[in-house]
């Protein structure tokens, strides 16, 4: 069909304001040649800006809207008084057109015009009816995609909580990763009118069972701004949606105004399903078929990999212990965010990691000191995966004074770092274990200086000491959400097998070698040889003491492994 200019016109803004109809009140001459009565609808999608039309018999639509008849009855009878050939078979919210008083009615799909109920427009003509229209979206913005984006993120880590499954064992969860998908497409097509129909009536391919399920769960979130609020609906939905899908779990949530939610049992799945969601939606259209939903297979973990579906975040990840952990809770399924200050040593290390698994590695520029950084970083982490499990406090450093020579501006830096990073990380983890709702894990990296402080030692002691016991308190404030604290408490570590040095033992080595008479082989011989077993500690064996907690092989919180190859002077009372 051919439009004219104004309507042209009208074409492009609906498509800029996410999409919509519109319909004009007419005359056509039949095949008698006499006038008949209609209703020209012109349908736009947003993101193409092409128009598709269906027209009516005006006094028909009329009466008919005026019975009592059913959608579905209605729809029927409406398809029988379609007047041209080429038109699409007209939806059943046709009729709301018909019975408008005025000769243009627009209706669209922007979603922060219909949050405010002003989801149409009117005029006696195009010009008027798109003027109204006009003055309508300078009023009231539509919602941007990165407006929707920023709110469905404070919400991912409640709704990826819901969205694991409670196991009722020592690891409670089977944890899922999500993708939040708030794009211009995706939030035009959950604008339209019809989009949950279309939505639910998606095809399923292999690929689509696979990856997006047994269709997706539709949720209108009633307020973004009330967590309590938003946790009660959509648990109440995944609640009923798992009770018709004989107790699979949705892998897509769809919620209009935010976006959409892609769940995976990794980052592979969750990443798939969302390319799969994207490329599908906007190609959506009404169908007459009815497709039958199959269930969705059960998301389970793979065996061998106890970690499966697990998010860890690990400070001071760029250093010898701090690498060693990561690769640890790599090589156990978990996904794992590398966090330190931003720089060579930290990039080196993602790249490293990435070689095992590029899906699960994720570097996080972080300051522990900054609490701007620290909630950037955890915000980095939830978009990417969509919450944490597992927090490795392991960010510090150290200085060789005597009390008596102490410099207090050194001090106070290793108090920034040391007490005040695992405190701002501590408060991060708690809130955000509060929000998802599903326990969690907090290790940190601890000393064997807290026991058995050595002189020379006083600041570096005095303060990981203070951690060691803000985590002590924590492993009590938070136990109440299913969370473990717990401390793992190395000897010296000098190096991750050879090649990555300890950031620590590079500041407070030198001062130690010169003390004792040493160089860098001797200390490492003396360290090693002061302890019973004779043990030289590698972040291997700190890495295993902390997988030991994660992995929950005893109901544990507030408990402290020494990794010392035997102190006695060390050992935790």
Known sequence: MILTSSETQLVELLATAGGGCYSVKGEVTDALGEKVPALWVHFVESADGQATFTVVNLDFARKLAATTLGPDPKAAALRTQVLEAAAIPPPPYVLLHAIDSHKVTIQFYSPALSEHSKDWATGDSIEEATDSLRQMLKDVPPVSAEEASDKLLTLLPALRGLLARPTGQDIPYDYVVVRAISSPEVMSFLAKENARTLAESMPLYPAHVQYLGGGPLWVEIADTADPAQVKEQVAAAVSAYAEQHGGAMPKVLLLPGLGAVCVGADARMANRASLLLRLTLPALRPTKVNLVMPKSPQIQPAAGLPLQGHVAVVTGAAGAIGAGICRGLLLQGAHVAVTDLPGERLDALVAELSEIDATRVAGVPLDVTDPDSVDRGMAQIVATWGGVDIAIINAGVAHVSKLEDMDMETFRRLERINVEGALLMLRAMGRLFRLQGTGGDIVMVSTKNVFAPGAGFGAYSATKAAAHQLSRIACVEMAE??????????????????????????????????????????????????????????????ANAVLFFVTRQTPTTGATIPVDGGLPDAVPR
């Open 481 to 542: 959400m299913g969370v473990r604290v717990n401390m793992v408490a190395p000897d010296a570590v000098f190096s991750d097998h050879g090649t990555r040095k300890s950031g620590l033992w590079q500041e407070v080595g030198p001062s130690r070698m010169k003390a004792r008479g040493l160089d860098e082989a001797g200390l490492e011989e003396y360290y090693r040889s002061r302890n019973q077993l004779k043990a030289r500690i590698t972040p291997d064996h700190v």
